[in-house]
């Protein structure tokens, strides 16, 4: 072979090892740093892994936040108002606009217990905005208490 051809041709093959080999680390980075939106329902029925970070919404239960007195530490349910009911664990300080009846959205892991250890907790920013996840959620919600309501008065 022509020592012209044999060279282009060792580096067409490096190319594409590196190439095959950067998509491929590429592909390996963005799978671990995926954070999954799951939903309390999701969440309660084991759809959500275990001991991996995800993000998981839904609303303040009314009279489940709990503080320690001598930590930052804060519990309190994440609810969907259909039954679907979690506890988050948080240590640190929460937004200004966190309480009772909220939209929020937690980041961090759910433990072998079922208790959603929060990294992160992040509320609506003012009375309009919910983020499109719990829009969703909630505009589902009254789809399934109307469709409950239709069946109860259906004979």
Request: negative net charge.
């Amino acid at each position: 072979m022509n020592p012209k051809r044999k060279s282009r041709l060792y580096l067409a093959l490096f190319l594409l090892v590196a190439v095959a080999g950067t998509t491929a680390a590429l592909m390996v980075a963005m799978e671990e740093n995926i954070n999954m939106f799951y939903p309390p329902d999701q969440v309660v029925d084991g759809t959500a892994p275990l001991e991996r970070t995800i993000r998981a919404g839904g609303m303040v239960k009314a009279g489940s936040v709990s503080r320690d007195p001598e930590s930052l530490q804060v519990e309190f349910t994440i609810t969907d108002h259909l039954g679907s009911d979690f506890i988050v664990s948080f240590t640190g300080i929460l937004p200004d606009l966190f309480r009772e009846g909220q939209g929020i959205i937690v980041q961090g892991e759910l433990d072998q217990q079922g208790k959603f250890m929060a990294r992160e907790v992040l509320a609506k920013h003012d009375e309009n905005y919910m983020p499109p996840e719990l829009m969703d959620m909630v505009a589902e919600s009254g789809k399934n208490a109307e469709a409950k309501a239709a069946a109860k008065a259906t004979p």
